[in-house]
């Protein structure tokens, strides 16, 4: 098997991943929409602009529908360009960076894959020392 010298409890994991009946496997995956709302339908949260599994995703689906809401109340009718022209300007920094934090976290080399499983076990290191 591809990983049984991987050391640590790999093995182990391996096993239990034989015996399992409900394995449960999915892909991280984010869209970007180059509009939010079509006609009378608006999408908020996730849905809209998911910023994946970096944290801020929950307090930026809230802040979407604050700002929707807010523009709403104001002007119905222009209300889906005005929340969107807000709130994109709070969720874009945050999806470049999850683009480049994906870039660390899942590298595509040998060699990125090797830098951060360096770093995740000196950081590893660090706290059991630091403990
Ligand atoms: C593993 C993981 C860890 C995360 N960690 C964090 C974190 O630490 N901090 C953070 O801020 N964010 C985190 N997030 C992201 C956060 O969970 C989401 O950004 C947030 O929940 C988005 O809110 P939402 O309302 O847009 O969508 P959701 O919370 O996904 O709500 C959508 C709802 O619609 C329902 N639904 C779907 N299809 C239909 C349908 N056809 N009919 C009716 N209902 C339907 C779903 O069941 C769901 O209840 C994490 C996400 C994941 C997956």
Known sequence: ???ADAGWRVPEL???LVAADDLYFDAVSEVRLD????????????AASCVSLFGDGSSLAMAG???LAAALAADPSHAF????STHRKLVAPKQRRVGRAAGLLV???RLGLATRDLAARSVSAFRQRAA
């Open 1 to 3: 098997m591809a990983y």
């Open 14 to 16: 391996l096993d239990r």
């Open 35 to 46: 509009s939010w709302s079509r006609g009378r339908v608006a999408l908020l949260g996730d």
């Open 65 to 67: 529908a604050s700002t």
């Open 81 to 84: 360009a005005a929340y969107e």
């Open 107 to 109: 590298p595509k080399t």
